[in-house]
């Protein structure tokens, strides 16, 4: 999607459009490979602002669903994901300005410089999503996992490995087991 600063009125623009498959796969599989999977409409909604100093200004959200594997038992479930927008586009020129001016200062996780009169804003869809992706998602909250030994689902079904294991390795103290101090 391109926002076109001349397409901002004063009192701002009420921004909301969806992204499908095509778009996920072109800016989110990449990154992901195969751990991700589209399960719905990326919608986006967002309020643009801008300023006299060409500055745009960006609030709103982004949600989805996105089919992930479960790190604790390897299952592919749907995890929603919903992502809060607050993100300022200053024009490159501005950053040219002022050479004395430290970039630190002002650029960060939520601020972007963009070129010419308009903003592609799939780059900045893709990076708040990506934020917001649970890195280690889990099923749900009392997910068992896999067994270590066997491999089993430990959702589905009990194994016999906790049962059957054999004796853990003697931990260094072991030796201290009949130890028993002498009497003074
Ligand atoms: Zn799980
Ligand atoms: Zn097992």
Redesign the pocket.
């Known amino acids: 999607m391109i926002l076109r600063l001349e397409n901002i009125p004063e009192q701002g623009l009420d921004l909301r459009y969806e992204e499908g498959k095509e778009w996920f796969d072109e800016h989110l599989k990449e990154v992901a490979g195969s751990d991700y999977v589209y399960r719905a409409a990326i919608l986006i909604h967002l309020l643009a602002h801008r300023s006299v100093e060409k500055e745009i200004f960006l609030t709103g959200s982004i949600t989805t669903e996105i089919e992930m594997l479960?790190?604790?038992?390897?299952?592919r479930?749907c995890v929603p994901v919903v992502s809060e927008v607050h993100y300022a586009y200053l024009p490159e020129s501005e950053k040219k300005l002022d050479a004395e001016w430290d970039p630190k200062d002002l650029e960060g996780p939520d601020m972007g410089y963009y070129n010419g009169e308009s903003v592609e804003l799939s780059p900045l869809v893709a990076e708040q999503l990506l934020l917001d992706i649970p890195r280690f998602p889990?099923?749900?909250e009392d997910?068992?996992?896999l067994c270590p030994q066997c491999g089993t689902?430990l959702?589905e079904k009990a194994c016999h490995c906790a049962l059957s294991a054999p004796t853990p390795v003697e931990g260094p103290f072991s030796t201290l087991k009949g130890f028993k101090p002498k009497k003074g």
Do not use: Q
């Open positions: 479960c790190s604790r038992c390897l299952e479930f889990i099923c749900r997910c068992r996992g689902n959702n």
